[in-house]
């Protein structure tokens, strides 16, 4: 069960940055939703999105954190 365009679109980073969402589906099945911004990454569990900050991968600089140019570490 894929995700509706629609309702990626309504969707929105829990964290502080309350940026847009996008779909990404890795090995054809596996779907998780990554923040526009910070890059933190949620789970779709059977269809459903778990934007808990708890339950995502946060991204490079940390969750609600934006990625920028600036080279990490
Ligand atoms: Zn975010």
Do not use: K, W, Y
């Not at 894929?2 to 596996?30: F, N, Q, Y």
């Not at 998780?32 to 459903?48: K, M, N, Q, W």
Request: aromatic content about 2%; glycine content about 8%; hydrophobic content about 40%.
């Amino acid at each position: 069960m894929t995700l509706s365009a629609e309702l990626v679109a309504i969707l929105a980073c829990p964290s502080a940055d309350h940026a847009p969402l996008r779909l990404e589906i890795s090995d054809g099945t596996t779907q998780e939703l990554v923040c526009t911004s910070c890059a933190s990454r949620f789970p779709v569990r059977d269809g459903i999105p778990v934007l808990l900050a708890d339950e995502a991968a946060p991204g490079p600089n940390g969750l609600g954190v934006p990625v920028d140019d600036t080279p990490a570490g």
